[in-house]
């Protein structure tokens, strides 16, 4: 069993910058990667970033440039780094990880832009 808790949500202006956290309890994001997903009001949840266990990272089209995943040391934090924020931006974001063949996801934060 793993729990994951997303945290650093917030509101901010368009241009402005949020840094997600998501803390495991098991250090997991070292050996199987992680991803970052959101899911606006009305629509489906989408990828938005992954790093796997090798730490490459790979973006959806709509946040390259401005949004970075990363990872903490100890494999159980993982990071989304957001700049340059549009409204387009607003939705609840989950961070995602594997352990031992089963999809664990956190309860989410929201974030909301505003122009």
């Known amino acids: 069993q793993v729990q994951l808790v997303e945290s650093g949500g917030g509101s901010v202006q368009a241009g402005g910058s949020l840094r997600l956290s998501c803390a495991a309890s098991?250090?997991?994001?070292?050996?199987?990667?992680a991803d970052w997903y959101r899911q606006a009001p009305g629509k489906q949840r989408e990828s938005v970033a992954e790093?796997?266990?090798?730490?490459?990272?790979s973006y959806a089209d709509s946040v390259k440039g401005r949004f970075t995943i990363s990872r903490g040391n100890a494999g159980n934090t993982v990071y989304l780094q957001m700049n340059s924020l549009k409204p387009e931006d607003t939705a609840v974001y989950y961070c995602?990880?594997?352990?031992?063949?089963?999809?664990?996801w956190g309860q989410g934060t929201q974030v909301t832009v505003s122009s």
């Open positions: 790093i796997t266990s090798l730490g490459r990272t």
């Open positions: 098991r250090s997991i994001f070292s050996i199987n990667g």
């Open positions: 995602n990880g594997n352990y031992l063949g089963r999809n664990y």
